[in-house]
């Protein structure tokens, strides 16, 4: 088997040895002669946990390869602490490291090593758990396109101000906040950024949220917040968001944090909701949302179709909705209440609706059958309605798909499809 593998071409070899972790690579050095020094130019490194040594460093300064592609180092930090991350680090630079992954894991917090603060290679880099990012000043990446900051912690606002503003050409910024009472302000203000990710957790204090982001096009939030904390002053190319699961400090849904977010999304083309007490939601009615054709939509909570008739009353360009239920409805009485139906038709249904997608529809919760049944004898452009639900027997999803078939449809066109277990 050895012997087939060394056959391999040089560069398929390189590529295969970069998906294992370097310890691994390096034990196969002895396999066969060839192999002796093919692991010194191998462009990904992975070290991790317990491995951490002077033989590390030997095996940085071993590497061969003029551009390190990746280098991820694993740390334990307390059973490596007299460790210097900051060599390790000078070392990965002086091979032109382009993706740098950095996971600390300590009791005390690893302080952001300042050898990363002017990389002119750097093009991701991602940190996560037990590091503090204290930047005093600005720094300098410029090559920075994307970032990744997993449960960090960070000294003050200006930390987080002066970290980003030196990222000059970042696109992509994924935040994942724990510990929320270390910045009053969390300022965003990347005029290059197209893509944010932020997540919020365990929001014991008012934490601020404030984006100013003009190329922003993909923005996702899930978190907890209080009343007023989230403000998007900059983005007018913002395309597509996702919004999910936004609390309050007291565990409850914050509906007003919500609908002032969703106020700020009108220039969106594509939208995926997932909400919290859908019966709550309110926002003013009317065509709001007119670039939007694409909207995604959980079905989850009880008297979920109140959002969603919400949305098709505001969207009159709509073109592809997709229903989906992610998880199975909690017992609550609300869940079977009575779906009122519309005194209108909202416009997108008569004029623009072209496909529906209902995933996990189960047929038997009277509100769904009537919500069904409501878009297709409504929605006359209608091309192609997809129902599935893997969870339900074949003669179940033939029962399902008769009784969807005896709705009459608006759309003579149609076509219609009930996907089941298979």
Known sequence: MSQWISELPEALLLQILSLLPTKQVVA?????KRWRYLWKM????EFGYFMFSDNVSRCLLSNQDPVLQRLCLRIDYDY??????GVLMGIAFGLHVRNLELYVYAFEK???PTSLCNSESLETLKLSDAILVDVPSPICLKSLRTLHLHGVVYKDDESVSNLLSGCVSLENLVV??????DVNTFTIAVPSLQRLTLTSENDDEDSIYVINAPSLKYLEFQGVLDDNTFVIKNSPELVEASLRDIFDVFGHPNISVFENILR????VKRLSLEILAPSKIKFPTGSIFFQLVYLELDTYEPMWWNVLMLMLDSSPNLQVLKLIRKSWRREDPEAYMKWNKPKYVPKCLLLHLETLVWKNYQGEIEDEKEVAKYILTNASRLKKATFSNAYIRPE???QRLKELRSVVMA???????FKGHR
């Open 411 to 417: 759309s003579n066109s149609c076509k219609l499809v």
């Open 176 to 181: 994942h906040r724990f510990q929320q009472s």
């Open 28 to 32: 196969m050095s002895v396999l066969a």
């Open 264 to 267: 700020s999304l009108t220039s």
């Open 42 to 45: 191998v462009p990904s490194l």
């Open 80 to 85: 490596n602490s007299n460790m210097d991350i």
């Open 396 to 398: 179940t999803s033939r």
């Open 110 to 112: 690893f302080r952001f």
